[in-house]
């Protein structure tokens, strides 16, 4: 949704979350999800991730330097 173009909009193979080396979860996109983040001046991502034994979770916040 951050994308402005809904679930169909970008393939999920194009996003992915990573661990960086203090064990933080960073967002990482590739081709047409990169180019809509770029489209709407999104520069940086947040992200949190939680789980428990039957069910998982994932809250991203797109961060855009002119909001519209």
């Not at 180019?35 to 428990?52: F, K, N, P, R």
């Amino acid at each position: 949704k951050a994308l402005g173009v809904g679930l169909g909009g970008a393939d999920f193979k194009e996003i992915t979350v990573r661990r960086q080396s203090s064990g933080k979860p960073e967002l990482v996109l590739a081709g047409r999800a990169q180019d809509l983040a770029e489209s709407a001046e999104i520069d940086a991502w947040l992200v949190t991730l939680s789980h428990a034994e039957t069910v998982a979770q994932a809250f991203v916040a797109g961060l855009a330097r002119n909001p519209r």
